[in-house]
């Protein structure tokens, strides 16, 4: 009986690496930081996302990321508030950075 437990714990742990593995293989980590392009100021708070997935996340307050993304993602869009949204081409690299340009936005008066 004991023998039958030791075997089967074995093909247990056997498929968790194989499945580690294998989600392992599926994604790849990008990093890196996006700035204002005016003043190269940090975005703290700038969404990044892959298009067509919901696989996302939000920069720090230095504005920099760290996103694992599926491996056959060829892109990353990028966006904050009062600023133009900017998708970029990932083409294997590790590090992808943007500097988002302001919004131009025309304001009437208030009264």
Do not use: K, W
Not at 72 to 79: K, Q
Not at 86 to 108: E, H, K, N, S, Y
């Amino acid at each position: 009986m004991q023998y039958r437990h030791s075997i089967l714990t074995l093909v247990f742990l056997g498929l968790a690496l194989c499945v580690g593995a294998v989600q392992a293989q599926d994604r790849q980590e990008i990093t890196g930081t996006v700035t204002a392009a005016d003043d190269d100021s940090p975005l703290p708070g700038a969404n990044v996302s892959v298009p067509g997935t919901t696989v996302g996340t939000a920069t720090n307050a230095q504005g920099q990321y760290s996103l694992r993304v599926p491996t056959d993602a060829d892109s990353l869009r990028f966006s904050f508030v009062g600023f133009q949204a900017q998708t970029v081409a990932i083409m294997g690299r590790t590090t992808v950075d943007v500097a988002l340009a302001p919004a131009a936005q025309q304001i009437d008066e208030l009264v």
